[in-house]
Structure formats: C-alpha cells, structure tokens
C-alpha cells in the first residue's frame, strides 16, 4: 500500500468525490466478512449444505455488482473509458438526454392538449427524429 502526500484541500476533493464509493466498499467488506465467517470460518470445512450454497451465491452475487458499481463510478468520475461497461452507461446517459431533450420540446411545442394528431405523429418516430421535426415545427 502506498499513502499519498496530500493537502487538506486535496483530501477534501477526495473525499467529495470519493466518499459515497467508500461507505459502499465497506458495506461490501462487512458482507463478504459475514460470509466467510459465516460458512468458512472453522479450521476444518463442514459439508456445505446445498440452501446454504444457494445462499452464499446470492450474496456473493450481490457482493460482485457492488463492487462492480463502485469500480464504474471510479472509472466514470476519473474519465477511465476502458473499464467494461462504461461505453454502455454513456450510450444510456446519451439516450436519457437525448429523451428529455424529446419530451421537453413535445410539451412547448404541442402541448398536451394542444395539436393532438401532429402530437401522436411526432411521438410515433425515434427520439432523434422527433427533435428534428419538432424544431422544424418551431422554425415553420
């Protein structure tokens, strides 16, 4: 392990950015402590019976999409694009604007109970098509 000289201001980023992450990693340590405790904590290993084994795959499931959140919002806040997944939450984050970009536009430029058939029309077509006529509809 390696400390960091850092100054108060420097630890202060740290923690704003990082803080959140860490309460979760320590959620995570707790439950995995449980779980070796739990079912591998005696010298000799008792036969594990097979609810138990479900169990333990369960909350070791739970404990990988953890720490796989955590490591996505590690990637995502220091702007690591080779992480696995992070190309997939961008995609997601770009269609979200990109909907309520759509919605936003749908609602000033027919309101709901305005125009309603160029309305359904426009709503008929993909987000990206839809902006483009809706700002169409603006300049027309």
């Known amino acids: 392990m390696y400390i960091h000289k850092t100054t108060a201001q420097e630890r202060l980023i740290i923690r704003t950015a990082l803080d959140s992450t860490f309460i979760r990693l320590k959620r995570v340590d707790n439950f995995l402590q449980e779980v070796l405790e739990s079912y591998f904590g ?8 097979d609810y138990d084994a479900e169990s333990i795959a369960y ?25 696995p997944g992070v190309d997939v939450y961008l995609e997601g984050a770009d269609q979200t604007a990109t ?7 749908l609602d000033t430029v027919f309101p709901v109970n305005g ?3 160029k309305r359904r029309e426009i709503m008929k077509l993909p ?13 027309a």
């Open 99 to 105: 909907t309520i970009e759509m919605e936003q536009l």
């Open 115 to 117: 125009n309603t058939c």
């Open 42 to 49: 005696d010298y000799k290993q008792k036969p594990i019976a």
């Open 127 to 139: 987000d990206k098509q839809a902006i483009a006529a809706l700002k169409a509809e603006v300049q």
């Open 59 to 83: 909350k070791l499931e739970i404990i990988e999409e953890i720490l796989f959140d955590v490591m996505l919002e590690y990637s995502l806040t220091v702007g690591y694009k080779d992480f």
